[in-house]
């Protein structure tokens, strides 16, 4: 018999691209995704064969992102290697969150990601050229929770709670901490104060088929940039010195998806304790005559700092 698979690893590794990479040769969170992910579902689909769970309607859908920096200067054009982590964890409601709602079991999957790559050791005058000699070190984390279900599936039939076959010899391991939730996203740490941010609190737009991927909806790193370009917004309009500001957390739960044709607004609170930025946001559905769906379909966290 199978020896039961307690963690699934593996390794990556792609070059540091003009894309990924900022001004200041940090790199940014968005790019977290394409320098991981890949190897990821690449290591999920050699090993379980995820084709055939789709082709039955089942898919582990992202619920929990959050990316942090270390805000590393990378060599550009070296490689950033990736080294992940999956499990699949199943989650039973406490009673703190059956109280709120949170009733439901569901059959997660938890995947960590240590990204690591070349300390930069060139001048921003020679636009990227860089001998690459500089020491290996961490750049960033990611954490990402999938829910396994189907979303096509009429509503009281998309739950998962049991490993699909093809996963059946992964082990189970109970979820031991709070779920995370919008409401846990958002708490602010003491000392940190509002600012105001005017106009540029709030942002409306529409999606369209350009953002969707082969889920059917609207792809996860367009959320993404949502949130970092809504962290810009409120930033400038705090009139923070948005050339030196630097972020250091992006991280986001979803809770609906979004579809082509779709409207939405993004609105947020900023705050500041010191050098230390902060912003908490929500993305809502828009009603065809304009009004804001209350219920979120996406909570979003920001966190930033402005060097000395």
């Not at 954490?143 to 009281?156: E, G, Q, S, Y």
């Not at 998309?158 to 709070?178: F, G, K, N, Y």
């Not at 986001?252 to 912003?279: C, E, N, S, W, Y």
Request: hydrophobic share 40%.
């Amino acid at each position: 018999m199978r020896e039961p698979l307690a963690v699934l690893e593996g390794v990556g590794e792609l070059p540091a691209s003009f894309w990924e990479l900022d001004m200041h040769n940090h790199l940014k969170l968005k790019s977290f995704v394409p320098l991981g992910m890949p190897f990821v579902f690449r290591n999920l689909h050699k090993t379980f064969n995820l084709f055939t769970m789709r082709k039955r309607g089942l898919v582990p859908i992202v619920y929990h992102m959050d990316f942090r920096s270390m805000l590393v200067p990378v060599a550009f054009g070296s490689q950033v290697q990736s080294r992940h982590a999956v499990k699949v964890c199943r989650y039973t409601p406490s009673e703190e969150d059956a109280a709120a709602g949170k009733d439901r079991e569901r059959l997660l999957e938890e995947i960590r990601i240590d990204y690591q790559g070349r300390r930069s050791m060139g001048d921003k005058s020679q636009l990227g050229y860089d001998e690459r000699t500089g020491a290996m070190e961490q750049l960033g984390t990611g954490r990402i929770v999938h829910v396994f279900t189907k979303p096509l599936a009429p509503p009281d039939e998309r739950s998962v709670t049991e490993p699909p076959p093809e996963m059946a010899h992964m082990q189970v391991h109970p979820w031991t901490e709070p779920y995370p939730t919008i409401e846990r996203l958002h708490e602010v740490p003491p000392d940190f104060k509002p600012c105001d941010a005017g106009q540029w609190a709030r942002h409306d737009a529409v999606w369209g088929l350009p953002n969707t991927d082969v889920n059917q909806h609207v792809n996860v790193v367009e959320y993404l940039m949502a949130g970092e370009n809504h962290f810009t917004r409120m930033l400038h309009g705090a009139r923070i010195d948005l050339a030196r500001h630097q972020m250091t957390r992006l991280s986001l739960i979803f809770r609906k998806p979004f579809f082509p044709g779709d409207a939405h607004a993004v609105q947020g609170r900023l705050l500041r304790h010191g050098a230390r930025t902060l912003m908490i946001a929500t993305m809502h559905h828009l009603k065809r005559d304009g009004a804001l769906n209350e219920n979120p379909a996406v909570g979003m966290r920001c966190e930033g700092t402005i060097p000395a």
